[in-house]
């Protein structure tokens, strides 16, 4: 290493790892990407929305009525349309995670909370697992191949879908956008910004509290040192930067047009049929096989205040998380009357839904196993089909309780 | 009547699609033995041609990407015990 890189890796790293330092610069890093998340995004997402229903107004006036009017304003831009809108919010978030991995910050910020997740029953190894599964749980779960240790790589294995992943983002920034107003703390700080980074940090501090309850029931309670090589300090390659968001971007749009829209067109039939009977007074859903799920199912989550369409909407979504927005939007398109309500999710939720059933959804969100694939590869990953059941058990009854918790504390209190 | 049995054939492919996607991605093993069993009967009922074209791929390489799972974790094993 020429003398002048490593003098300058010293001067930063004596900043940036320092031990009183370094963690708060961490702290204010993360904050700023999640800021930028909601400030930077709104105008791309203001235009995809209103191409959102500009499109949706066109095909309302254009096709003739029937089902292939229906699919399209319901199901493709009423569903697809209302998760495409939060891709300007990945790209941005991604950007950052890019230019912080480019620049040799990241295996810092491992070092950094080594000592941290020491205490919680981790070890810094398990940074980079968690740090990926922010992407998505998947490549999170399958890159703890990397931590030799057994138990700790069940640990990580386990609380790895605690991490707040991509397709949360869109259930999160619907609920956010749709309840939180719209101002700023201190003149500067974007208030929606501040609940974003809040849910990011709550999943962090479950996994973390999660691991340290399992070292507590461990009978080896030795502790694994991390050793690693630090990377030198350098400028992100704005060529590498555009090839890594074009594949984010290219993935978004590739589950877009895979599962959400396989998963969609299936739900969009089970909203349309049977139809509605001759002489029936009810909105058409009602008469439905999603509607007859929904309501079936709906007094199980009514003591978590969630109403009969959000019930229908988990079902799908437990293929993706972000299915349930798209579900949402197909639900609510094929129940209005008006078709341009599909543009439109977060105005209409936020008029139909109390403040106590949009956090309760949220906190739903924050620890339930919504996707079938992260459960696969926990099967794949850990040749046990226990591992699966103990980890989707503990997460839909962590996602019960704190969903029951947070509905009953809001409507007390409101 | 014409545009009604249109957009029927229209969307009852774009279902069965999305339905053949959804048992692949949920019941691959489900899909695959359905897939054999299908090109036999298409076989038997003279259509090699067909068969073949419906007949499952099988995996060539056995990489991590080919998703073999030739690499799922049999260090773990030692978990079911």
Redesign the interface.
Known sequence: MPQRTSLIDDRLDGILLNPFLGIPILIAIMFVVFQAVFTWATPAMDFIEASMAWLGGMVTETL?D???KS?IADALIGGLGSVIVFLPQIIILFFFILILEESGYLPRAAFLLDKLMSKAGLTGRSFIPLLSSHACAIPGIMAT?SIHD?RD??TTIMIAPLMTCSARIPVYTLLIAAFVPEQQVFGFISFRGLILFGMYIIGIIGGLSVSLVMSLFRRDKSEHPLIMELPSYRLPHARNLAIGLGERAMIFMRRIT??I???N??LW?TTTFPGKPEGATGPAIDYSLAGMIGHAIAPVFAPIGFNWQICVALIPGL?AREVAVSALGTVYAVSGSDDAVASQLGSLISSQWSLATALSLMAWYVFAPQC?STLAVIR?????W??VGVTAGYLFALAYIFAFLTYQIVSRLS | MMYAVIQAVIITAIVAFCAVQMLRRMMPKLSHDLQIRGANALRHAGMPGVAQKLEPVEAKDDGCSSGCGSCKGCALSELKR
């Open positions: 003739p029937g089902l292939l699919f191949r057994i790589r069940i895979g599962i829209f396989t998963v067109t299936l039939v293929a079938l794949r990953e850990t040749n046990s226990k591992m």
